[in-house]
């Protein structure tokens, strides 16, 4: 079964605001976590990991912060656009091939 | 750069029949992995293929298989569809030793009647 999970199916939030996205996780012995983007037709896309020995990591208006105390992962999206309209995944790497998905938060940015 | 291809991108099957799905990878990525995408839910990973040799298996039956060839293009096959095979089938392309940063192509979509 599953082994990371997002605590809302759906967010809806305004153009210009700030998003964040949550995700929590069972297995300790992850290596990597990860985010990824899918919008509606194309594959999901990379958008970043944060490896499980650190706490925040932060990349073109995003930051993801790891709090292993919780086992709970968040992407936060600033200024968020209407192009960030998607369904967001964490993903989790153990076993340095395999990447295991949750089942998605869908983003929606309201004009 | 050309980024990862999928086809068909619409397919559609009865129980029973076998399947193909092919994926070129991107280039200069030697590893590509296979996933299984059900309607409102995330991808699982079905497979990864290095080298022409299965890399790593998620938990697939035995009827689904697939192959990589030298030019690190892939094909998924499975054999014996049943409905809930139903699904967006993706492929990802990556490099050696950085599998976290898979480019994916755009999927198939298969329907199993």
């Known amino acids: 079964g599953e082994s990371v999970g997002l605590h809302l199916p759906t967010l809806s939030v305004q153009e210009g605001d700030n998003s964040i996205i949550n995700c929590a996780y069972s297995?300790?012995?992850?290596?990597?976590f990860i985010w990824y983007k899918q919008e509606s037709g194309k594959g999901p896309q990379f958008i970043i990991d944060i490896r499980s020995n650190m706490d925040k990591r932060q990349g073109q208006r995003v930051t993801v912060l790891l709090n292993k105390t919780v086992k709970h992962l968040s992407l936060q999206i600033a200024a968020t656009q209407p192009g960030d309209s998607a369904v967001y995944f964490c993903?989790?790497?153990?076993?340095?091939?395999?990447?295991?998905f949750g089942a998605g938060t869908t983003v929606t940015v309201r004009a | 750069e050309t980024g990862v291809t999928q086809s068909p991108t619409h397919l559609i099957k009865t129980r029973g029949q076998q399947v193909t799905l092919r994926c070129s990878s991107q280039s200069g990525h030697n590893t590509v992995s296979w996933y299984q995408q059900a309607l409102g839910q995330g991808p699982q990973f079905i497979f990864q293929y290095y080298r022409e040799e299965e890399n790593g298996r998620g938990n697939f039956p035995p009827r689904f298989s697939g192959l990589q060839f030298p030019n690190y293009s892939s094909e998924l096959n499975v054999n014996a569809l049943e409905l809930d095979d139903s699904a967006l089938y993706l492929c990802?392309?990556?490099?050696?030793?950085?599998?976290?940063?898979?480019?994916f192509g755009p999927g198939t979509r298969l329907t199993v009647l």
């Open positions: 990802a392309s990556s490099s050696q030793g950085n599998f976290n940063e898979q480019f």
């Open positions: 993903a989790e790497n153990t076993n340095d091939y395999k990447l295991s």
């Open positions: 297995n300790s012995a992850s290596d990597y």
